[in-house]
């Protein structure tokens, strides 16, 4: 029997690896940032379409991988001060984190121990006690009971146990609030792992500040819509406004332990889709590159003419003006000045950070159906007044000073223009994948190297969902 090799016969070119930035490109530029060692994950078929729709699984995953991680949820500067708090919602859990003295931060379940009822409904707020609405009871925000309404009316014996606030695991890293509900996590910072921390060193994410928040519910699998945000092989035919300034083909892509992910897209360097339609040139520079160029405050007359030497017009306007631009780039490499940082920390949040902001995404499972996914879309910015990335909108109620926390907004409908073009694009794809791998003709994905971390993904996911992880 002759072995079937599949329509296109052979790949004889195929590239594996090294998967790297061609930085011939724009000469020059050197890319500062280390190459993690390549993972071979395998090109098998991933045959488990269940995944995305059926409610046995998205209970599984609640009790195998939601209940089990550390889960990015905020910023310190969310509750800026002693005695600030918000609430967190998280399938079919609610969270308090409260601020403590200092960089401290607290965590409970926002539940009452009288009979249940959740008695914390405002996203942010700021108190040092908390009384449930339904008889009353009073808890401090260290999680104490410390009032019974009528008390003596309750027996002894129901009283004389632990009745304080259920505490959760709550632990912050460079200003990012992450929180468990497995009592036996080992600690953020193994979660995390050497190499992905010390990846982003020079970040100063401390900080940061909330300057957008909008969350709109999605009709499709969480999963279904991660994975548009982890590859970038979808670049070329959904976004291709992006092809005229971000290549997406020589794209660095970093594996990280524990599932957590990068992918390097650099910036000011069209991709060769979008070459190849200009037969290798450009007529002039594309109006996003003269955003750069303007944010680095490069003069209109010193523009170059050539694409080929924005990137470097932009590093060295960065470098020359930043003073004027409110930051301190001396820590960053010239690279880190430019291109799109695309991060995962598993399993449910993605960063695209540049040294003065982050558009950090969060796609959180619904409690009951798994066509559903909350989706979060936020920019954090440093504090102050510095230019940040043009492609990151920001609130007209936004506090540039941090000391107003800024509300949430809450939107109807998929997509619409709050959620900016690019993401509208993947907003308007993703259904017409969830609806398809629903059917009995489609028999599983066959990733490429492209999409090795959405490989990477499931490599991690199965590891929780099969107790390999625990
Ligand atoms: S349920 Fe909270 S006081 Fe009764
Ligand atoms: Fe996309």
């Known amino acids: 029997m002759t072995r079937f090799e599949g329509p296109l016969g052979k790949n004889k070119d195929l590239r594996i690896e090294p998967w790297t930035p061609n930085f011939e490109k724009t000469p020059g530029i050197k890319g500062g940032q280390t190459k993690q060692p390549y993972v071979d994950f395998g090109g098998d078929r991933m045959a488990d379409n269940e995944k995305y729709f059926s409610p046995e699984v998205l209970a599984k995953e609640w009790d195998l991988l939601c209940t089990k991680v550390w889960m990015i949820v905020g910023h310190l500067n969310d509750v800026p001060e002693e005695d600030c708090f918000m609430k967190v919602d998280y399938g079919r859990e609610s969270f308090i984190i409260v601020r403590g003295k200092g960089d401290s931060v607290r965590a409970f379940f926002n539940v009452c121990q009288h009979r249940g009822t959740r008695f914390v409904t405002a996203d942010f707020g700021r108190a040092k006690s908390w009384t449930c609405p339904f008889h009353h009871w009073r808890y401090t925000n260290d999680g104490k009971l410390d009032n019974v309404y009528e008390r003596e009316s309750f027996r002894e014996e129901t009283l004389c146990r632990n009745l304080d606030l259920a505490p959760i695991k709550v632990e912050a890293w460079k200003g990012w609030i992450f929180i468990n509900m497995d009592p036996n996590a080992g600690p953020l910072t193994d979660y995390l792992g050497e190499r992905f921390r010390e990846s982003l060193d020079a970040f100063e994410y401390r900080k940061f500040i909330r300057l957008y928040d909008v969350r709109q519910t999605w009709n499709m699998n969480w999963k279904a819509a991660i994975e548009a945000f982890i590859e970038g092989y979808h670049v070329t035919a959904i976004h291709p406004e992006l092809c005229t300034f971000m290549d997406d083909y020589y794209v660095q892509h970093d594996i990280y332990d524990n599932g957590h992910g990068r992918s390097i897209f650099p910036f000011m360097e069209p991709a060769q889709s979008y070459l190849a339609t200009t037969k290798g040139g450009q007529e002039g520079l594309r109006d996003e590159m003269k955003l750069f160029l303007s944010a680095a405050l490069v003069d209109e007359k010193d523009h170059p003419k050539r694409w080929q030497d924005v990137k470097a017009a932009v590093i060295a306007g960065k470098r020359r003006n930043q003073a004027k631009l409110g930051f301190d780039f001396s820590r960053f490499s010239d690279d880190q ?134």
């Open 337 to 470: 000045l430019v291109d799109d940082w695309n991060l995962s920390f598993f399993p449910f949040a993605t960063f695209n950070t540049h040294p003065e902001g982050v558009l950090f995404q969060r796609w959180v499972p619904d409690a009951e159906d798994p066509r559903k996914t909350h989706y979060h879309l936020q920019i954090y910015a440093m504090q102050g007044d510095c230019v940040i990335p043009s492609y990151m909108p920001i609130s007209p109620e936004a506090d540039r000073t941090g000391k107003n926390v800024l509300p949430i907004t809450r939107l109807e409908g998929m997509g619409g223009p709050a959620l900016g073009f690019v993401v509208q694009q993947d907003v308007d794809l993703v259904p017409k994948f969830q609806a398809g791998i629903e059917s009995r003709g489609f028999k599983g994905a066959s990733y490429g190297e492209q999409e090795i971390r959405v490989r990477q993904f499931y490599r991690e996911y199965y590891r929780y969902m099969n107790k390999q992880r625990f």
